[in-house]
């Protein structure tokens, strides 16, 4: 058996979280990959090393002295060496990445160090081989994954190593340049490398234990997901939980390989098991809740719109031209309403009011801002009845005005829009309704 492990940040923020996840790696001969994160928060009030690097190279970009908060970055590393009682130093490492500051090797570059310094001290703590994530990760010149050559690449190394450490985060284009992915990418890498090795379950390790059903930030301990299928997972990643980064699904997904989410600090806990399908029932009907505020609604009347063939796409088309995608279009006989980010729109919003007024000629436009997006997300959902009229039922009975309802046919999600200041009572409700009555 096969397994690969993602440490977060918190994982790996101090000497002593690195004995936790040594301890959790030496208990299972299976887990042969790690992929490290860079050290995240000591404490509330710390800050993560990515951030520090990123300031650093700022200071280098303007022509200013860096090397006090390069120092800084360092103490960081020694101070994790030394409470592991290596032999070890990264002094031509830190070296290296001043010469690369003071020749302007570029942000990227910055970020990614954070990850293959911990990188190379995790290999040297397990005994295991390193493998520079730039030699493996490929990216296409527009700044996305080369899946294909990154599969060859990572099979070819790992074919030869028994058991390693793979950075996460970066990787490199076809000339050598350092490119990393979004925040959180250290999750795609790891799911990378379980493709690669055909790994029989890739493990990713953090401080919660498991995904939750909801934020932990508006409900106070929100029960644990056990199992949770790819799309239902997708669905609320992409609606703004942060669990495991949405990307991080596919790579897995094509394998057949499940996610288990885990916590470093209490790894007795299962997690969170993520796969394809399942004949597991849920604990409840609906499977999390998920949301985000800052959206504006465009509605667009116009009599007879139902019959004027291409209306929907003229509109549209005002919004792309302009390079802004939307969220969600709700319609009716007269009547389409089209959801987009406000912090995105706004600066562009009358040359696009302009733009459909000329393209699609409405009989009127008006909007409305600060509204919030909640996803109700469960497989459960399919074979409940009910089930949204419980759930408008709970908002009703909170006094909450639904401003927009969005379903699909597939029946795993139903979208509610309300107002910025409903967004949190909004999912006390649901989460009441369906979690704690259990109905």
Same mark, same amino acid.
């Given at each position: 058996?096969?397994?690969?492990?993602?440490?977060?940040g918190?994982?790996?923020?101090?000497?002593?979280q690195?004995?936790?996840?040594?301890?959790?790696?030496?208990?299972?001969?299976?887990r042969?990959?790690?992929?490290?994160?860079?050290?995240?928060?000591?404490?509330?009030?710390?800050?993560?090393v990515?951030?520090?690097?990123?300031?650093?190279?700022e200071?280098?970009?303007?022509?200013?002295?860096f090397?006090?908060?390069?120092?800084?970055?360092?103490?960081?590393?020694?101070?994790?060496?030394?409470?592991?009682?290596?032999?070890?130093?990264?002094?031509?490492?830190?070296?290296?990445?001043?010469?690369?500051?003071?020749?302007?090797?570029?942000?990227?570059?910055?970020?990614?160090?954070?990850e293959?310094?911990?990188?190379?001290?995790?290999?040297?703590?397990?005994?295991?081989?390193?493998?520079?994530?730039?030699?493996?990760?490929?990216?296409?010149?527009?700044?996305?994954?080369?899946?294909?050559?990154?599969?060859?690449?990572?099979? !070819?190394?790992?074919?030869?190593?028994?058991?390693?450490?793979?950075p996460?985060?970066?990787g490199?284009?076809?000339?050598?340049k350092?490119?990393?992915?979004?925040?959180?990418?250290?999750?795609?890498?790891?799911?990378?490398?379980?493709?690669?090795?055909?790994?029989?379950?890739?493990?990713?390790w953090t401080?919660?234990?498991?995904?939750?059903v909801?934020?932990?930030?508006?409900?106070?301990?929100?029960?644990?997901?056990?199992?949770?299928?790819?799309?239902?997972?997708?669905?609320?990643?992409?609606?703004?939980?942060?669990?495991?980064?949405?990307?991080?699904?596919?790579?897995?997904?094509?394998?057949?390989?499940?996610?288990?989410?885990?916590?470093?600090?209490?790894?007795?806990?299962?997690?969170?098991?993520?796969?394809e399908?399942?004949?597991?029932?849920?604990?409840?009907?609906?499977?999390?809740?998920a949301?985000?505020?800052?959206?504006v609604?465009?509605?667009?009347?116009?009599?007879?719109?139902?019959?004027?063939?291409?209306?929907?796409?003229?509109?549209?088309?005002?919004?792309?031209?302009?390079?802004?995608?939307?969220?969600?279009?709700?319609?009716?006989?007269?009547?389409?309403?089209?959801?987009?980010? !406000?912090?995105?729109?706004?600066?562009?919003?009358?040359?696009?009011?302009?733009?459909?007024?000329?393209?699609?000629k409405?009989?009127?436009?008006?909007?409305?801002?600060?509204?919030?997006l909640?996803?109700?997300v469960?497989?459960?959902?399919?074979?409940?009845?009910?089930?949204?009229?419980?759930?408008?039922?709970?908002?009703?009975?909170?006094?909450?005005n639904?401003?927009?309802?969005d379903?699909?046919?597939?029946?795993?999600?139903?979208?509610?829009?309300?107002?910025?200041?409903?967004?949190?009572?909004?999912?006390?409700?649901?989460?009441?309704?369906?979690?704690?009555?259990?109905?």
């Amino acid at each position: 058996m096969k397994k690969v492990v993602k440490f977060g940040g918190s994982s790996l923020a101090s000497a002593e979280q690195f004995i936790k996840v040594g301890n959790i790696i030496r208990t299972d001969k299976d887990r042969r990959y790690v992929v490290p994160s860079a050290p995240g928060k000591r404490f509330s009030d710390d800050t993560k090393v990515t951030d520090l690097l990123y300031s650093c190279y700022e200071l280098a970009e303007r022509g200013q002295a860096f090397s006090k908060q390069l120092n800084q970055i360092k103490e960081r590393y020694n101070e994790i060496i030394h409470g592991l009682h290596l032999k070890f130093s990264l002094d031509d490492d830190f070296d290296t990445i001043k010469k690369k500051f003071l020749d302007k090797a570029g942000s990227m570059y910055a970020a990614s160090r954070g990850e293959y310094l911990n990188g190379k001290i995790m290999a040297k703590y397990l005994g295991y081989e390193f493998v520079d994530a730039a030699n493996v990760i490929r990216f296409h010149s527009d700044g996305t994954c080369d899946t294909e050559k990154t599969n060859q690449l990572l099979a !070819q190394y790992l074919e030869q190593a028994e058991y390693a450490v793979i950075p996460g985060f970066y990787g490199a284009a076809a000339n050598g340049k350092v490119v990393t992915f979004s925040r959180g990418g250290s999750d795609i890498t790891g799911s990378l490398v379980a493709k690669a090795v055909n790994a029989d379950l890739y493990e990713n390790w953090t401080d919660v234990s498991g995904c939750l059903v909801t934020d932990p930030r508006i409900i106070k301990n929100p029960e644990v997901i056990h199992t949770i299928t790819y799309m239902e997972l997708r669905e609320l990643a992409y609606m703004g939980a942060s669990v495991l980064h949405e990307d991080a699904i596919f790579p897995v997904r094509k394998a057949g390989i499940p996610i288990n989410i885990r916590n470093t600090n209490r790894p007795e806990d299962e997690g969170t098991m993520i796969v394809e399908s399942t004949c597991r029932i849920p604990a409840y009907t609906i499977t999390g809740i998920a949301g985000k505020k800052g959206f504006v609604a465009v509605n667009i009347e116009k009599d007879m719109m139902n019959s004027e063939i291409g209306f929907g796409r003229r509109v549209l088309s005002a919004f792309e031209d302009n390079g802004i995608s939307f969220e969600h279009m709700p319609s009716g006989i007269d009547t389409m309403t089209i959801f987009v980010h !406000q912090d995105e729109f706004q600066e562009k919003e009358q040359k696009v009011i302009a733009d459909i007024n000329r393209l699609a000629k409405p009989d009127t436009i008006h909007m409305e801002s600060d509204l919030a997006l909640i996803a109700v997300v469960g497989r459960g959902m399919r074979s409940t009845r009910g089930t949204a009229g419980r759930l408008f039922s709970a908002l009703a009975h909170a006094h909450i005005n639904v401003k927009m309802i969005d379903q699909g046919s597939s029946e795993l999600n139903i979208i509610i829009g309300v107002r910025n200041e409903d967004f949190e009572d909004a999912i006390q409700a649901i989460y009441n309704i369906f979690v704690v009555a259990r109905l």
